[in-house]
């Protein structure tokens, strides 16, 4: 069975939990305990090159790491993935946008939230917003005449840059400047097989 | 013919002029002057959402952006990009990882130098650091045991390493604490088909 070494809050391991529960697909999955330092163990270490969840173990023991690289993986030949190579282009371009100009200026402030230490980073935040603010306007513009964001149906690249983008208001970011990716976002969690961050207890 | 709109400077465009070159594709470049606002004029954004360079346009008129994605489109088939999904996986992986971790660490403190501005951005800059020495050291560590990124093979993964590593310095990054990414860039600057950023007069 496949293995997945993801964390509790991870978004970029969450983006691989919905593409294994919507392709239906088994897996295990093994939640590291970050805090405590667990991606740095030299075992992890030996899984990870870049010491960091997600992690996707083959049945033979490979791994591949980083969530756009096992999202293109887990989903070809699927419907998530479209077979024509201009498209798959265009999967790979909304994919490599979301981790340049976003991933690290929506997931950095909501953990400087999460561990209580916004305040002494303002100046880091401000720094992300320049950015991510003019980022997400192309997004929105973007979602503006789309439904999705490749081939007008729902693909990996979907699922790719909904995981952070959901959690921006977590890190303090105003989304009502952006009704096209709110009515979006919606749409991606009403897809099936969607599931949340965290389960409901 | 196909049509690559780049810049004189742009790290990303370069990267994506190596391979066109090594893959002997003929091209019609056309290099914008973004000091002077190119990127922002509206026949420019219909070929380009992010309003930026690198743009790859096909002879049938449609555009890929993001040098990720040009590069896995045009190295398709050719051993520049392995066939095995595996592998694929792992290329993408490393193309991913320098969008996300090294890019605009790497490409802004260059950028800020070039406009005279590095003083007041001190602040930003030392944020940067911090994140890239961190990525630089794990780029460093896997190098010091490979010859190449991927399948000890050189591919665009290495490629699209080596544009803005290579231009580390232009930054401020002290690239001596890091001999295996030196050997490595001057091994890919030995490929065939190799061009420098800027073409001597």
């Given at each position: 069975m496949l293995r997945l070494y993801d964390s509790r809050l991870s978004g970029n391991a969450w983006k691989v939990r919905i593409l294994l529960t919507q392709l239906g697909i088994p897996f295990e999955r093994i939640t590291l305990d970050l805090a405590k330092?667990?991606?740095?163990e030299p075992a992890f270490r030996a899984k990870s090159r870049f010491a960091r969840v997600p992690v996707l173990e083959l049945e033979d023991g490979r791994t591949i790491v980083e969530s756009a690289a096992i999202m293109l993986y887990l989903a070809e030949g699927s419907p998530l993935l479209p077979d024509d190579r201009y498209l798959r282009a265009e999967v790979t371009s909304w994919l490599t946008f979301e981790q340049a100009d976003l991933l690290r200026a929506l997931a950095l402030p909501r953990f400087y939230n999460m561990r209580g230490i916004a305040d002494q980073m303002k100046g880091r935040i401000a720094d992300f917003q320049e950015g991510a603010y003019a980022a997400l306007a192309k997004l929105d513009d973007w979602l503006a005449t789309h439904d999705w964001l490749v081939d007008n149906s729902y693909t990996i690249a979907d699922i790719g840059m909904f995981g952070y983008v959901s959690m921006a208001p977590q890190g303090g970011y105003e989304m009502e400047r952006f009704p096209a990716i709110g009515a979006w976002l919606a749409r991606v969690k009403a897809q099936p097989g969607w599931v949340p961050l965290v389960e409901e207890a």
């Open positions: 330092g667990a991606a740095a």
